[in-house]
């Protein structure tokens, strides 16, 4: 393999975001599913192993808290920033879950 390989490019970048989360989330959703309905379940409309729904959120947190990647929020000495990214990725999916329900 060449070391010297081009970086890809931004739209590249968000398309392959966009299918990692989308296939992580349908391993997950196959597994969660095979282990309570003991059997296989197609979770999804589309042929394939991913789910868009995953994907979109996992794009959106990254795209709005890709920022906060190595920052610290103190109140003395604790760090609330954990605590703080928990909240917002809890908000974002709700927020994608909610609206995606009418689609």
Request: overall charge positive.
């Amino acid at each position: 393999m060449d070391a010297t390989a081009p970086a890809a490019s931004a739209p590249q970048r968000w398309f392959l975001y966009l299918m990692v989360s989308a296939i992580v989330g349908y391993v997950y959703e196959f597994l969660l599913c095979t282990f309570m309905y003991a059997g296989f379940v197609n979770q999804g409309p589309l042929r394939g192993p991913w789910l868009m729904i995953y994907g979109v959120g996992g794009v959106l947190v990254i795209a709005l808290l890709g920022r906060l990647r190595g920052r610290k929020l103190r109140l003395g000495r604790v760090n609330l920033m954990p605590a703080v990214l928990f909240a917002a990725i809890f908000a974002i999916s709700t927020t994608v879950e909610f609206f995606a329900h009418w689609a």
